[in-house]
T-cell receptor, first 115, second 111 residues
Framework: GAGVSQSPSNKVTEKGKDVELRCDPI?????LYWYRQSLGQGLEFLIY????????KSGLPSDRFSAERTGGSVSTLTIQRTQQEDSAVYLC?????????????FGPGTRLTVT | KQEVTQIPAALSVPEGENLVLNCSFT??????LQWFRQDPGKGLTSLLL?????REQTSGRLNASLDKSSGRSTLYIAASQPGDSATYLC??????????FGSGTQLTVLP
């Protein structure tokens, strides 16, 4: 079946602009995660959604970052007033449920470049 | 705070060799451990998931072990091939919500 998809694959934006990154999880997966991969920081957790529960936003680096998940499926990560340090690959993952028995499946990522 | 370390950072081997990649973590209270591979410019491909109650998992030429008490996992690759060249990432599930990643081992298998 179809895997996790993300769009756009690449995004170049000017400093100070807002950007939206989209994630389509695997159908039926109730858990959705956003991670960021940058040269200096490696792979780091940003935010997590599980069903209709309140999201775990503990990994968001600043209040310029926000995310929503509509209808328990598609998710959008929004970065306001982008800065050069926001340049990274943003990865989305989904899993059937939370818990130790469930793998996270990753999308191909969105490469964000802030000029 | 969970910290995950992978050694070595880079490894180059001739085709056909068996090899071991190492992963260590600081907090043994984990849900699971997952090994991924990442090809240049690509996302992550899940290789193996070991639940906290398990000692090892096998898939084809890959075998991953988990020793929670010592905070270690190894990924064993048998009969390596050039197509195995990639970055291998170890990720620890310290809660049901997120994975903590190591910095990876960049593997090159020479034909």
């Amino acid at each position: 079946g179809a895997g996790v998809s993300q769009s756009p694959s690449n995004k170049v934006t000017e400093k100070g602009k807002d950007v939206e990154l989209r994630c389509d999880p695997i159908s039926g997966h109730t858990a959705l995660y956003w991670y960021r991969q940058s040269l200096g920081q490696g792979l780091e957790f940003l935010i997590y959604f599980q069903g209709n529960s309140a999201p775990d936003k503990s990994g968001l680096p600043s209040d310029r970052f926000s995310a929503e998940r509509t209808g328990g499926s598609v998710s959008t990560l929004t970065i306001q007033r982008t800065q050069q340090e926001d340049s990274a690959v943003y990865l989305c993952a989904s899993s059937p449920r939370t818990g130790g028995a469930y793998e996270q499946y990753f999308g191909p990522g969105t490469r964000l470049t802030v000029t | 705070k969970q910290e995950v370390t992978q050694i070595p950072a880079a490894l180059s081997v001739p085709e056909g060799e068996n090899l071991v990649l190492n992963c260590s973590f600081t907090d043994s209270a984990i849900y699971n451990l997952q090994w991924f591979r990442q090809d240049p410019g690509k996302g992550l491909t899940s290789l193996l998931l070991i639940q906290s109650s398990q000692r090892e998992q096998t898939s084809g030429r890959l075998n991953a072990s988990l020793d929670k008490s010592s905070g270690r996992s190894t990924l064993y690759i048998a009969a390596s091939q050039p197509g195995d060249s990639a970055t291998y990432l170890c990720a620890v599930g310290s809660s049901a919500r997120q994975l903590t990643f190591g910095s990876g081992t960049q593997l090159t298998v020479l034909p």
